[in-house]
């Protein structure tokens, strides 16, 4: 154990690591080993517990108090400036406060289905938290939204410019409001946001990350500003507004064929990655780039492609899917009843 640090356990239920030493940083082994000396072992429903911290602690590393019973971490009192990535994954923990202190987090640094807030000690000066959900201190970053947030509409602040990668993964949220001033959607932010039934991108929307809306099985459309410059959403799938990219396929996309449209020239990285219904797809004769794990889905059984020279990136396919080559002079007027189904 590392003698400068000290653990108790008091009749409520409340662990104290307290720690004198300056630079220390507490490791899942650290951890494992100050808490057995407590009685407490990971995955012991029975027992809960909450969590303060104290004293001069520098950081948490990767995984450090992850599987243990949490309901409620308390590191406003301590010095902790970083956190490393599932530092407090548990399937209990409800709240969780940031110090003054922190600087630097991972974007899975506190997970769990029953998480309903994240709050910041006001004096941190990177960090801010309202209504419990995580910020940047000026509020133009959505880092975090509670796997567990009660409301069933998330309202983003006003501020906000762009949501951060896995921001909102994995939340039971049916309506997100994005603000106009909204620029950017990173990647796989809205991802596993399993109620998310509605959503519209404002007009100064202009870049979206690969895998943003992957496994949001109720989102089936997204309405886009008339007056938003980049992007378009038609027949299940969100395209620049020419309509010669095709960045992602929703979940919610309920044909089992899916037709590029003429003008698609590239498929971006992971676009049909969570088409559950989709089983064929046919391309069009201009298709020359395919992203990685642009169809890295076992649902899709024929993919159509062009017989001619194609940038496909590694991983584009399943290794079952059957890929079906076609002249590129026949795309036009190919008679493609053999890919329908039998009724």
Do not use: W
């Not at 517990?49 to 301590?78: P, Q, R, T």
């Not at 994240?118 to 004096?123: T, Y």
């Not at 880092?143 to 951060?164: C, H, M, N, W």
């Not at 459309?221 to 938003?228: H, L």
Request: net charge negative; aromatic share 10%; with cysteine.
């Amino acid at each position: 154990m590392v003698a400068s640090i000290t653990v108790e356990k008091n009749a409520h239920s409340v662990v104290t690591f307290n720690c004198a030493e300056k630079e220390v940083i507490l490791t899942s082994d650290i951890v494992q080993r100050h808490l057995a000396s407590c009685g407490i072992k990971k995955d012991d429903n029975k027992n809960p517990f909450s969590l303060l911290v104290l004293g001069e602690i520098k950081g948490i590393d990767d995984c450090a108090f992850a599987d243990y019973c949490l309901e409620h971490v308390d590191l406003s009192h301590s010095s902790v400036k970083e956190i490393g990535a599932d530092a407090f994954c548990s399937s209990t923990i409800k709240d969780i406060i940031l110090p003054a202190s922190t600087k630097k987090i991972s974007p899975f640094f506190v997970r769990g289905k029953c998480l309903e807030s994240i709050k910041v000690n006001e004096a941190n000066t990177n960090f801010a938290s309202h209504n419990g959900v995580l910020y940047s201190k000026d509020y133009s970053h959505l880092i975090r939204v509670p796997e567990g947030y009660k409301q069933e509409s998330l309202y983003v602040l006003d501020a906000t410019v762009f949501i951060d990668d896995y921001a909102l993964d994995g939340c039971s949220i049916k309506n997100v409001i994005l603000p106009n001033s909204l620029k950017g959607i990173g990647n796989h932010s809205f991802q596993g946001c399993r109620f998310l039934e509605s959503l519209t991108l404002p007009a100064e929307v202009e870049s979206i990350g690969e895998s943003a809306f992957a496994f949001c099985p109720r989102l089936k459309s997204i309405s886009v500003d008339d007056q938003n410059s980049h992007f378009v959403f038609s027949d299940g799938a969100i395209y620049n507004k020419e309509k010669s990219v095709l960045f992602f396929v929703l979940s919610g996309y309920l044909g089992r064929q899916f037709t590029l449209p003429s003008t698609v020239l590239e498929i971006k990285d992971y676009a049909f990655v969570d088409c559950r219904h989709v089983e064929r797809v046919v391309c069009n004769k201009l298709i020359n780039r395919i992203g990685d794990f642009a169809f890295d889905n076992h649902h899709i059984k024929i993919i159509v492609l062009p017989d001619k020279a194609l940038k496909i990136e590694e991983n584009a396919f399943c290794p079952e899917t059957e890929i079906l080559r076609v002249p590129p002079k026949l795309f036009d007027s190919i008679d493609i009843r053999f890919l329908r189904f039998k009724k």
